[in-house]
């Protein structure tokens, strides 16, 4: 299962838009500058989560841990008989 593209342009626009496009529309106000760079870290570090999340999902680091009686009823069940 490879990465598809149109989860990956969703996304990236979604977060696009709050980290670039919402702060240029904030109104003017004595902490429009403080709002802006929350909405720009609030789009980067949720689009960069996403992305870690999304990538860690195409190839698994951890497996399922099978003792070796499971693996030889498996094998045996699906007519690859293993050697001991």
Do not use: S
Not at 33 to 38: A, F, K, N, P
Not at 71 to 84: P, S, T
Request: charged content about 10%.
């Amino acid at each position: 299962m490879g990465a598809a593209a149109l989860p990956f342009i969703i996304f990236t626009v979604l977060w696009g838009g709050v980290g670039i496009v919402l702060p240029i529309i904030v109104p003017k106000g004595p902490n429009r500058g403080i709002i802006q760079v929350i909405l720009m870290l609030t789009g980067v570090c949720c689009w960069l989560f996403w992305l870690c999340c999304y990538v860690a999902q195409m190839n698994p680091l951890i497996g399922p841990k099978l003792d070796k009686h499971t693996i030889m009823v498996m094998a045996k069940a699906w007519g690859n008989e293993l050697k001991e």
